[in-house]
């Protein structure tokens, strides 16, 4: 019973200074887990084996959506899976992501040079991260690519690709750390992640040999060229747990904490965030509208087709975004520091809404489409009896998870913006600031219970 009183403790009172709970200590058979390593190899080469599958579905299977089962399984399952996971366990789904499966492969076969990546990777790859995450996003849009199974498999092995070529060049998982799309908006979300994998500093002060960063006896380092002794976000670290078996002095864990601890010690200073948030607020509401009634009668009185109407309409959002967000955090009068540097504020509040907002999104293809998924499976497979397992989830039922959803992204909002105002910037933020900001959250959460029920 204590022990799950100290868990809700540690969730739902905020406490900047010691608000964490090691999960090793409070649960052995996790830390058991993390340390076996197969456990993680055979998770891994289930999930290589299932993304192999889905390829080969996808270029040399049905190309009609209503008897290819692997769009449901690849947008529905997978890609709502995935967004899930960064509430609860960050960057852990990167532990196990097939994208790098073949890269793994050809480095412990030693076809690859292993060489470090080189400077401009390290300083150009957030922009060129973020750029390929929208493309992404754009192309999924405007090419209908969750209709098309061909398509579908080539946006895999596009990504699997891309691993592999750096797994070539490059030691490690270079791009993982640099160049994956999906890596950068997952790590954007795993701030608010319940969950962080952190080393304990004191622990690390007594180490001499930094093998979770160098490796030794054989050992491969971190794979993200981080070591544990590093990670102080959850932007990078993939919850891998390899630097455990590395340490010599028992450092890392598995800990719980509040949703909200990171992103208010930091205060947006991210960088990654600071780019990924509006430009993924912007596309959710340039998708809902596509997807809507409403895109038509936009773009019609252009002129515009299909394509440029949802470019421009990408772009006029985001921009719209940008410009908003920007407001909030001058609002707040304090977003430079000379020790803490430049940070933008606001970004942590808008951020429960941005991500509860992919949520929506991906939820709602799920289940819309999750009815037919026994359906599409029997005709693919021939099995007549599966074609008779259709349903429908409610309408009403897609706007109240919508609605509820979006109040706890609200909610969230309102608690983290409360906080700076009475607490982190006390006596410095103007009530009428304060307002001000709450009228703009009020307004971003107007936009999406408009576009969503």
């Known amino acids: 019973m204590r022990r799950w009183k100290r868990i809700i403790k540690t969730l739902f009172v905020l406490d900047l200074t010691n608000g964490r709970l090691n999960l090793f200590e409070e649960f052995p058979a996790l830390k058991r887990f993390f340390y076996n390593r197969r456990y993680f190899a055979y998770i891994r080469g289930f999930g290589d084996l299932v993304f192999l599958i889905l390829i080969l579905l996808g270029l040399f299977g049905p190309q009609d959506p209503r008897r290819n089962a692997m769009l449901f ?136 040999t930094f093998a979770c960063r160098r490796g030794r006896n054989g050992l491969k380092p971190c794979p993200v060229f981080l070591g544990a002794y590093h990670a102080k976000n959850n932007l990078v670290c993939l919850v891998c747990g390899h630097c ?32 990924v948030i509006p ?78 907002g992919e949520l929506i999104y991906r939820l709602r293809y799920f289940l819309q489409n999750v009815g037919d998924f026994l359906p599409t499976l029997g005709r693919q497979l021939g099995i007549s009896a599966f074609v008779g397992f259709h349903f429908a989830v409610p309408e009403t039922v897609l706007v109240a998870l919508n609605l509820f959803l979006l109040a706890l992204g609200y909610a969230g909002g309102i608690y983290v913006s409360f906080y700076f105002y009475r607490k982190e910037f006390e006596g410095l933020v103007p009530r009428a600031n304060f307002f001000l900001i709450q009228l703009i959250l009020a307004i971003f959460v107007f936009i999406y219970v408009f576009l969503v029920s």
């Open 244 to 275: 455990l078996i590395l340490c010599e002095h028992d450092s890392p864990a598995l800990y719980l904490r509040h949703p909200f601890r990171e992103q208010i010690i930091n205060k947006g200073r991210y960088i990654t965030c600071s780019y």
């Open 73 to 208: 399984v690849a947008w529905g399952i997978w890609w709502t899976s995935v967004v899930l996971s960064w509430f609860f366990v960050g960057r852990m789904w990167c532990a196990f992501c097939p994208f790098p499966g073949l890269a793994r492969l050809l480095q412990h076969l030693g076809l690859s040079r292993l060489k470090n990546p080189p400077k401009w990777l390290t300083c150009k790859g957030l922009h060129l991260a973020t750029a390929g995450f929208f493309f992404i996003i754009w192309a999924e849009t405007v090419t209908g690519m969750k209709e098309s199974p061909f398509l579908t498999a080539l946006l895999l092995l596009a990504i699997v690709g891309g691993a592999t070529v750096c797994g070539i060049l490059f030691r490690g998982y270079t791009w993982c750390r640099y160049l994956c799309p999906l890596g950068k908006i997952i790590g954007s979300a795993s701030t608010m992640a319940l969950t962080e994998f952190r080393a304990d500093l004191k622990k690390c002060s007594q180490c001499k």
């Open 279 to 356: 430009l993924l607020m912007g596309s959710q509401v340039a998708r809902f509208i596509y997807e809507g009634p409403y895109f038509s009668q936009i773009v019609s009185p252009l002129g515009l087709g299909k394509t440029a109407g949802f470019t421009l309409l990408f772009a006029l959002t985001t921009l719209v975004f940008i410009q908003l967000i920007r407001l909030g955090s001058i609002l707040f009068v304090y977003y430079e520091d000379e020790l803490f540097g430049r940070f933008s504020p606001m970004i942590p509040v808008v951020m429960p809404l941005a991500f509860t």
